[in-house]
C-alpha cells in the first residue's frame, strides 16, 4: 500500500513564494515519473510540472520560469517551489506518481495524494 501525502499549502499574498512537498511511503520499490496537478474551482485538473526519474522536468507554459519541480530520491520525496505567485495560481494541488512496488515488474502503477490547497490573495 503506497501513500502520498502533500504538504506546504496555504494563503499567500500575489508575488509571494510557497513551496509544496509530497512524500510517499509505504511498498515502493522505485518511483518513475513524479507530477503535479492543480485544480481551481470550476475548472479541469491540470498538469503544472513533471519530473522523471533521473532529473528531467517540464512545465505548463503557465508557470514556466516562476514554478520549479525537483525531487529526492532518497526521501521518495517531490518538491515544487513556486515563486512570484499570482491570483490564478489558486487551486488545490495534486501530486501524482508512476511507482513500481513489486521488483520483478517493470509495471508501475498510478498514485494520487490528497491535495493541499494553495490559496493567492490579490
Known amino acids: 500500500q503506497v501513500q502520498l501525502v502533500e504538504s506546504g499549502g496555504g494563503l499567500v499574498q500575489a508575488g509571494g513564494s510557497r513551496r509544496l512537498s509530497c512524500a510517499a511511503s509505504g511498498n515502493i520499490f522505485r518511483i518513475n515519473d513524479m507530477r503535479w496537478y492543480r485544480q481551481a474551482p470550476g475548472k479541469q485538473r491540470e498538469l503544472v510540472a513533471a519530473?522523471?526519474?533521473?532529473?528531467?522536468?517540464n512545465y505548463a507554459d503557465s508557470v514556466k520560469g516562476r514554478f520549479a519541480i525537483s525531487r529526492d530520491n532518497a526521501k521518495n520525496t517531490v518538491y515544487l517551489q513556486m515563486n512570484s505567485l499570482k491570483p490564478e495560481d489558486t487551486a488545490v494541488y495534486y501530486c501524482?506518481?508512476?511507482?513500481?512496488?513489486?521488483?520483478?515488474?517493470?509495471?508501475?502503477?498510478?498514485?494520487w495524494g490528497q491535495g493541499t490547497q494553495v490559496t493567492v490573495s490579490p
Open positions: 501524482n506518481a508512476d511507482i513500481r512496488i513489486r521488483p520483478w515488474s517493470s509495471s508501475s502503477q498510478n498514485y
Open positions: 519530473i522523471t526519474s533521473g532529473g528531467n522536468t
